[in-house]
């Protein structure tokens, strides 16, 4: 199971939603899903671990349940990230503030909360679908096709 390479700066991409890792609410400081993503690095935490660094605000991905976007100190989150078997270039981020590991997903229930993003997936429980969970590390390359594409798909609605 390999890692991405860990120097880089990377959106990520949950291709289920079609969405990628952001700030959101009116403070900019909720972890959620939206169509540009906001650019992030991986630190290393030790032992296979790594921390999600926000380049733009200089703060962390963290906390528990419902995920932020500016942590630092106690509330940055670590996450042991893995390969999904059959889907290349698809990867897990199952933090390990809990007693057992829970995955990053991206809640989509058709309620107030669509597109946030929380760190306690657990199937059948509070998702249904474990594509929810699946990430894709882009470039910025990688991601300006996909905001383009989106772009021109709306303008031709």
């Not at 906390?63 to 630092?72: A, G, K, P, R, V």
């Amino acid at each position: 199971q390999q890692t991405p390479v860990v120097d880089g700066t990377y959106y990520l991409y949950n291709p289920l939603t079609e969405k990628f890792l952001s700030h959101g609410n009116e403070w900019a400081t909720s972890a959620v899903a939206d169509d540009y993503g906001s650019p992030v690095t991986l630190k290393d935490a030790g032992d296979s671990k790594f921390n999600i660094y926000f380049i733009d605000n200089l703060l962390y991905l963290g906390d528990t349940y419902w995920l932020y976007s500016d942590c630092d100190g106690d509330r940055i989150s670590s996450y042991v990230i893995t390969s999904v078997t059959d889907a290349e270039g698809c990867y897990y981020l199952e933090s390990t503030r809990l007693e057992t590991n829970n995955r990053v997903y991206v809640y989509t229930k058709n309620d107030a909360n669509l597109y946030r993003v929380a760190g306690n997936a657990t199937m059948g429980d509070n998702i249904s679908n474990e594509d929810q969970t699946v990430w894709q590390f882009l470039t910025q390359a990688e991601r300006d096709v996909i905001v383009a594409k989106k772009s021109w798909q709306t303008k031709l609605l």
